[in-house]
């Protein structure tokens, strides 16, 4: 009753593949009927391929948005921590870029072939920013989001606060970081997404590794984004 007197409509979105198994599409003509207002694995990503360009087909016959989370785990060691001055300060292997990288290539190509609202969720690198600048300068329905985190703050974050900026994406270097902003100035990306996930002191004091990956509340998010804009401002 009180989100009437603010203004703020939500929506929500379901899962692209059931139990979010990716295995196996939603019956998403039904959710559709049923007041879906997109589709979305939301932190894991698809492997499947073809069963990707089926979702977006069904999607697009529904206009209704489609959303990935781009990270390809053939290609990440110790997720939640960047693959560089991080990983190696923990000595771990840490998370490549290249594993959102992969995603996204694959995932704007198919968004191309089949014309399909795709949603590109927390961009954390400047060349998945790249790729979304190209796709869309050849017609491609895509768009993509960015959090107040990954536009504010590096790896060195994760160095300075440990588990505390965990996440997945993982920060990421401070060229990432200046990519986004550029992206969000120039309309490449279109969002910006919180991603907000809570987790308990006691799941943040677990051992580095197996760490809950999620790091802002929501008045952080916005705190940042304000200081930013400020910055940017300036």
Do not use: W
Not at 180 to 207: F, M, N, Q, V, Y
Not at 219 to 231: D, F, I, M, P, Y
Request: proline fraction near 3%; charge should be negative.
């Amino acid at each position: 009753a009180k989100g009437k007197e603010t203004g703020i409509h939500i929506a929500s979105c379901v899962n692209v593949t059931k139990g979010m198994a990716g295995k196996e599409l939603t019956d998403m003509e039904r959710l559709s009927e049923r007041g879906a207002a997109g589709f979305t694995d939301d932190g894991i990503p698809l492997m499947n391929e073809g069963l990707v360009r089926e979702a977006m087909e069904r999607a697009k016959k529904l206009h209704k948005p489609i959303s990935f989370h781009e990270e390809n785990p053939a290609l990440i060691v110790n997720n939640g921590i960047h693959k560089g001055k991080a990983s190696e300060f923990y000595h771990f292997v840490g998370s490549a870029r290249e594993a959102e990288i992969d995603l996204v290539k694959r995932d704007l190509e198919l968004a191309l072939l089949t014309g399909a609202d795709v949603v590109i969720q927390h961009i954390s690198t400047k060349e998945a920013v790249e790729l979304v600048r190209r796709a869309k300068e050849k017609g491609a329905r895509v768009h993509a989001e960015a959090t107040p985190h990954h536009f504010t703050l590096t790896e060195d974050a994760a160095i300075k606060k440990g588990a505390l900026a965990k996440m997945n994406p993982p920060l990421r270097e401070e060229e990432d970081r200046l990519a986004i902003i550029e992206g969000l100035k120039d309309g490449t990306i279109d969002l910006i997404a919180t991603d907000h996930a809570p987790h308990s002191k006691e799941e943040k004091d677990r051992d580095f590794v197996n760490i809950s990956k999620k790091f802002l509340e929501v008045c952080q998010a916005s705190a940042q984004t304000e200081k930013l804009a400020g910055r940017q401002s300036e």
